[in-house]
């Protein structure tokens, strides 16, 4: 069964450089919202500047029927945070980004959230000879590592993504995210796995999956597509529906049974449709491959005549009989 959720960010205002979208929403009418898009049940809310004391946020959820997929920790948007938090050269800038993380998992258990998800976007560079690599990977050991450690019970997730807020994020593809966190050896810190940033970041997310379910450490999924070129938070399949398709596999095989949050940025389209969108192609998809798999699909995988592997996918994902 697939279970949906939202980031709460975009049920409300955006913008990019030029333009604004959408109205802003309080708390509460994002709720209301979630509700009426078909298939979605849960929401990944932001710490700190989407969430409400506590007790009132969960009393919101719980009175609609919400789920919490995760809490997301902003380890971005404060001054301090610019040239990076939590690969600061200044240890009380690391201190204040980890403060933020731990604080999030404070949040989370309060709520009722399981997980907490972070990505770095600040820590990076964008010139050779800007950072000292050596030295940026040790802060992210040290910060992530006590961060990881703080509540335990409330697992925490490192979202990898090629760039921005930098011109290179230092955590920009799974194998390297996968690698911090065997530095660090906490079992129970996770990788949140966001197909975008895995297709624009020239990987492929179905590889990446795997990578991650074999690593025996816990993976997370956002879910969205992009034209490979930039980050851009289109609907599911609008761009990659086959290797999206391909995505929904490897989750399958490696029996997933935790949120698919939506990361998508409605901007010119309907909210509410766009993110129906996303539950409804993934639905769709998750159904077909079951169809798929009796027709011998997972048998032929890495096998030596993928023409039959091709006339399954022609016929049963795309109907083309």
Not at 63 to 86: H, Y
Not at 246 to 266: A, I, M, N, V
Not at 291 to 309: F, H, P, R, V
Request: proline residues 3%.
């Amino acid at each position: 069964m697939v279970k949906n959720a939202v980031i709460t960010s975009f049920l409300g205002k955006s913008k990019d450089r030029f333009h604004e979208y959408n109205e802003v929403k309080t708390l509460e009418q994002k709720f209301d919202m979630i509700k009426e898009i078909e298939g979605a049940d849960g929401v990944e809310i932001v710490y700190p500047y989407e969430v409400l004391d506590a007790g009132i946020t969960r009393s919101l959820a719980d009175e609609r029927g919400i789920k919490f997929a995760a809490v997301n920790a902003n380890v971005k948007a404060e001054p301090e945070f610019r040239d990076g938090g939590l690969t600061s050269p200044k240890k009380d800038v690391r201190t204040k980004a980890v403060h933020f993380i731990k604080e999030s998992k404070d949040f989370a258990e309060k709520i009722g959230a399981d997980k907490v998800t972070c990505c770095p976007l600040s820590d990076g560079y964008e010139f050779a000879f800007q950072v000292d690599y050596p030295e940026a990977w040790k802060r992210l050991l040290e910060s992530f590592g006590e961060a990881a450690d703080y509540k335990r019970n409330i697992p925490l997730f490192i979202e990898f993504k090629p760039s921005e807020t930098r011109g290179t994020c230092h955590l920009n593809n799974a194998a390297k995210t996968l690698l911090l966190i065997k530095e660090i050896g906490i079992k129970e810190l996770g990788v949140t796995l966001d197909f975008g940033h895995s297709v624009y970041g020239g990987n492929n997310p179905a590889e990446e999956v795997a990578l991650l379910a074999e690593s025996g450490h816990p993976y997370y999924i956002h879910i969205n597509d992009n034209d490979a070129k930039w980050d851009w938070d289109y609907f599911c399949g609008s761009k990659h529906l086959l290797e999206y398709a391909e995505f929904l596999f490897y989750l399958k095989r490696y029996g997933y049974k935790d949120y698919l949050t939506s990361d998508t940025s409605p901007t010119r389209w309907n909210i509410l449709g766009t993110f129906e969108i996303n539950a409804r192609i993934t639905r769709k998809l998750w159904n077909l491959l079951d169809d798929a798999d009796q027709m011998g699909l997972n048998k032929l995988i890495g096998g030596n005549d993928y023409l039959k592997t091709w006339k399954i996918i022609e016929e049963c994902l795309f109907s083309l009989k």
